[in-house]
């Protein structure tokens, strides 16, 4: 089956349609003197299958066949001449070009995976978290104001960072958008977005994503609706972060909450909270933009999504009785067991 696909696939559908008739016309005319008795015509299905094999053959350049084909039609050799020309034209130039192209369309491309190769190749980048500022009521880009410029001051000692951060800030391109799957889903239908200057162009074919983690995920969402988008996931540890400290007042629980807080945070609760959270946005931001086939896909895609993290992270958890040693601390051992 995968090998018919392969064949039929570099034609389209009325191209074939096209094909079929005379194809099929000159079958039947190898067969139509071969269908008085059963004997004879036993023989004309054979023909039939043999014609259909040296079409085929022929389509890709193979016409070893043409001999065998040249008995069974002998008082139409001209016809045979022309076909086989008609055959080298179509399969070794158009055909066999077609299938060629398909084939370097199916492969997937060397798409850059780290920052560098990113400025490198000068690929557009997009990005949609945003922060606001009071002071002029606007809204501007992370990405562009806080980290790129946090990560500069802090990198002082890595050159290749130092040089491809200015680069990075001017290939990036921030989206003016309160839903980033409403700006994956325009992507993905080849509509414009507005950017940050309020210009509205569609973004290119081929572009990169820095975004915060629950934006991403919305975005690429978003770009499924339409079309399947070939993904290429940074391979490198990430570079820009936000650093979000939890502030905890003295009391008299604060010799216990912060052991409690770290050891839940290493047993991979904290993430599951988190990614739960993401989750939940999403579906919320999504529910009301999008039809419910496309919301029950959405939906379910990420909640295994989710599933799959958590089970993957089960191997990296702490035991269950060092959570419950937590648990007792705060009393909550006989809630948890039941």
């Known amino acids: 089956m995968v090998g018919l696909q392969a064949l039929v696939m570099p034609l389209d559908f009325y191209t074939w349609n096209c094909l079929e008739v005379p194809l099929l016309s000159f079958v039947l005319l190898s067969v139509t003197n071969l269908v008085t008795d059963s004997k004879t015509r036993n023989q004309a299905t054979e023909h039939f299958i043999l014609t259909w094999q040296w079409i085929l053959s022929s389509l890709s350049g193979q016409y ?129 977005v507005e950017f940050e200057d309020h210009s509205f162009n569609r973004v290119r074919d081929i572009f990169a994503i820095i975004d915060l983690e629950h934006h991403l995920e919305e975005m690429l969402a978003g770009l499924v609706v339409k079309r399947e988008p070939y993904v290429v996931r940074d391979s490198e540890p990430p570079v820009f972060y936000l650093d979000m ?31 739960l959270d993401g989750i939940q946005k999403l579906i919320t931001n999504i529910k009301n933009i999008t039809s419910r086939v496309q919301y029950r896909r959405v939906v379910v895609e990420k909640l295994f999504g989710a599933r799959r993290e958590i089970v993957f992270d089960e191997s990296k958890q702490v035991s269950i009785f060092a959570l419950q040693a937590d648990c007792n601390a705060l009393g909550i051992h006989d809630y948890l067991l039941t």
Do not use: C
């Open 64 to 192: 070893h066949g043409t001999s065998s084909v040249l008995r069974i039609v002998s008082h139409f050799p001209v016809i045979i001449v022309i076909f086989v020309l008609s055959f080298y034209l179509l399969g070794t130039v158009f055909y066999q070009g077609s299938m060629f192209s398909s084939l370097v369309a199916v492969i997937p491309p060397n798409l850059p995976s780290t920052l560098e190769q990113i400025v490198e190749s000068k690929l557009q980048v997009i990005t949609t978290s945003s922060v606001e500022l009071r002071e002029v009521n606007k809204f501007v880009s992370i990405l562009n104001h806080i980290m790129i410029d946090d990560v500069s001051r802090r990198a002082i000692d890595s050159l290749k960072l130092q040089r491809a951060l200015p680069k990075l800030k001017a290939l990036s391109k921030f989206v003016l958008t309160k839903a980033p799957f409403l700006s994956g889903t325009k992507i993905s239908a080849e509509h414009n």
């Open 245 to 275: 400290p939890i502030h905890i007042t003295r009391g008299f629980m604060n010799s216990v909450i912060p052991p409690t807080i770290g050891q839940l945070a290493q047993s991979g609760l904290y993430k599951l909270w988190d990614d």
